[in-house]
């Protein structure tokens, strides 16, 4: 998902030049329109068929059976068929004139238009699975409202072109060329008509910029997400990240509970154990108690190496210690594939957000030596407004496929926690590009007393 | 021997104390913050200072930093750093300086007294040590490409130890062979590397570490 930056405020100003400029954006803006409109059409005709094809089914009557029931397939066939072609691409379609009204609005008309999609799912989408997606969007429909109603809204921005045509082509027009006839109204002589042509170019072309900026605000109050849906779906989302972490919380202290109870704790156990045989034979057998002594000693040795890689696990202490960049190092320093790490942080992230996109890029370049057989690895982390984005690529040989693995999920799944996400490109043949994004603000950097 | 010792755990610092005394080293001062350090490494000029990586007061890498600290306020000090885990950021960090007497050990490697006593008197003697546990994962980044492929099994045992820091005769004993036996394995492992050979056993080190930290 892009992330968008909010467009420059240009205020529309008032005079000649701005209103040519504001005239040729309305023309712009009816363009939109007029392509909105092509959009609609498609879906009048789809329904206009399928009811035709359904009333000729049910209520027709007179004239032979069985040409009555073609008239009503060939019909049915077309409407239904027409929707299922174009449906999708219509909607699409809506959605992306919207953005771009969206768009010119904030460049244009100084209007700042917020907009929230719901995120293209990652797995290649079936016909039924992006039809889903875009009926599950709010904002699908909010923007094919937008395109229904903006043939009536649009006048707004066409207004000031058709009075600038009007006065130019209607008043002065017959004066240029004797094709054109003159307007008939008492006292029409030429001196009058070039006057009033001029007049009211001038009224069109000066109006121009209110009227292109009352335009935008009405968009605004059309394309602005609703914020009782909006904060449905993020109550929705929340609810869903929010089960998710704490599951994989859970599932972690299990782990690490296992591990210590299988692990350290069962090793001390048995350094306890060996330790009192020891104790038992140092008298007769001084020998076999050394023995038994060593065998603690190198049982001690095991205990601390698997508390090490636990540790290591659950917060690895280069991590705590040196951030986010230096902690990535010590793990490209630890894997075979060559990595160039490039990072402009300058600060900490959040503790937490920290840890997740460290085990995120450890994930990743644990796949990248697994599967990819990439001879080298790049490294990017940049952190720009509130966001932290870190870049993953490889020149393996692609064909990473999230929808099959559960490493890839996992790590976005983690990333949701945060409201962060994870983006990735890998063709066959490579490479692999994943990028990572979670919003996050930096702790000024640690000043250190050494 | 005089030596210098950080460690903020009291049982720490004084199980080192007690186990350096018993072979015989003298412990001229036993501190347990970075600053002090400091001061107590110009104030006493020790063989050899022993360093805690975490340090108060932030307990992080202070460790790292207070012995970067002290070889540049005494230069050429003898510095061991231990630590509960190794990174190759820090032994790099640590390496950096190029002029040896470094060490960097895990704490494990106190059980085992002798051991541990030898890597102080290398490090004090400005030579070097590295923990195995450093070097198998220098080792096993190295695999992965085929620049150590060309090695025998005997000659990658004799390139950890010898990265570790370890003399000729030092790896003669671990592997139960002649020093003859192991000046021809290291001539055959500089020769397949296309490194160039030198007696002087710490400018080896620090030739092969570079070669598999590159």
């Known amino acids: ?149 903006n043939p009536v809204t649009c006048i707004l921005a066409a207004l000031p072109a058709v009075i600038v045509v009007t006065g130019l082509v209607e008043f002065i027009g017959p004066e240029l060329t004797r094709e054109i006839p003159p307007p008939a109204f008492p006292g029409n002589t030429a001196g009058t008509l070039i006057v009033l042509g001029l007049a009211i170019t001038s009224v069109g072309v000066l109006a121009a910029p209110a009227l292109l900026r009352a335009y935008g605000l009405v968009a605004r109050s059309m394309l602005t997400p609703d914020g009782e849906a909006e904060l449905a779906q993020r109550v929705r989302q929340l609810t869903q990240t929010r089960t998710e972490a704490l599951d994989t919380g859970a599932t972690e202290i299990r782990r690490i509970e296992r591990d210590l109870h299988d692990g350290a704790q069962a090793r001390l156990v048995a350094m306890g154990m060996t330790l009192d045989a020891a104790g038992q034979v140092i008298d007769t057998n001084p020998e076999a108690a050394r023995a038994l002594v060593l065998e603690a000693r190198d049982a001690s040795v095991k205990a601390l190496a698997e508390l090490r890689a636990l540790i290591r696990g659950i917060h690895p202490p280069v991590l705590a210690d040196r951030g986010l960049a230096d902690a990535i190092r010590a793990l490209a320093l630890d894997t075979p594939a060559r990595i160039h790490l490039a990072s402009d942080l300058n600060g900490r992230p959040p503790a937490p957000v920290e840890s997740a996109a460290y085990f995120a890029v450890s994930e990743l370049l644990a796949n990248v030596s697994k599967h990819a057989e990439a001879r080298q690895t790049w490294i990017d982390i940049r952190h720009t407004g509130e966001m932290l984005r870190i870049g993953v690529t490889d020149n393996g040989h692609g064909g990473a496929d999230p929808s099959r693995g559960s490493g890839l999920r996992g790590i976005e799944r983690r990333l949701a926690a945060f409201d962060g996400v994870l983006a990735i490109s890998s063709p066959p043949g490579g490479p692999t590009a994943v990028t990572m994004e979670i919003p996050c603000v930096l702790s000024s950097p640690k000043t250190s007393s050494c | 021997m005089r030596v210098v010792i950080a460690e903020d755990l009291f049982l720490l610092r004084d199980g080192l104390t007690r186990m350096l005394q018993a072979h015989g080293l003298q412990i001229t001062a036993a501190v347990d913050n970075g600053a002090d350090l400091l001061a107590a490494v110009t104030a006493d000029q020790p063989d050899v200072a022993i360093v805690d990586v975490r340090l108060p007061p932030t307990f992080t890498d202070e460790g790292i930093k207070a012995a970067l600290a002290a070889r540049r306020e005494v230069p050429g000090l003898p510095v061991l750093v231990l630590s509960q885990y190794v990174e190759q950021l820090y032994a790099r960090e640590l390496l950096a300086g190029g002029s040896g007497g470094i060490g960097y050990l895990l704490k494990d490697r106190v059980f085992d007294s002798g051991q541990f006593v030898d890597a102080v008197r290398r490090v004090a003697a400005g030579g070097t040590a590295m923990d195995p546990e450093v070097i198998a994962r220098l080792l096993d980044r190295n695999t992965g490409d085929g620049t150590l492929a060309a090695l025998s099994p005997r000659e990658r045992e004799v390139l950890a130890l010898m990265a570790e820091g370890r003399s000729n005769a030092a790896i003669a004993q671990r592997l139960v062979i002649t020093e003859r036996a192991v000046a021809k394995h290291t001539a055959s492992i500089f020769l397949k590397l296309g490194l160039q050979p030198s007696d002087d056993d710490n400018r080896r080190v620090l030739a092969v570490l570079a070669y598999l930290g590159g």
């Open chain 1, 1 to 149: 998902m892009a992330v968008l930056t909010p467009p420059p405020r240009t205020r529309p100003r008032f005079g000649p030049q701005a209103g040519l400029v504001a005239v040729t954006r309305g023309v712009v803006f009816t363009g939109l329109m007029l392509a909105g409109l092509g959009l609609l059409i498609v879906i009048v005709a789809a329904l206009f068929f399928t009811a035709l094809g359904a009333g000729i089914l049910i209520a027709g009557n007179g004239g032979p059976q069985d040409k009555r029931v073609l008239l009503a397939i060939i019909a049915l066939g077309t409407g239904l068929g027409l929707a299922r072609l174009a449906g999708p691409a219509v909607l699409l379609g809506s959605r992306g004139l919207a953005r771009l009204t969206r768009q010119l609005a904030g460049d244009w008309c100084g209007v700042l238009i917020p907009e929230r999609y719901t995120p293209r799912p990652d797995e290649a989408l079936t016909y039924t699975g992006r039809l889903r997606w875009l009926a599950m969007d709010p904002a699908t429909w909010r923007d094919l409202r937008w395109t229904v109603a």
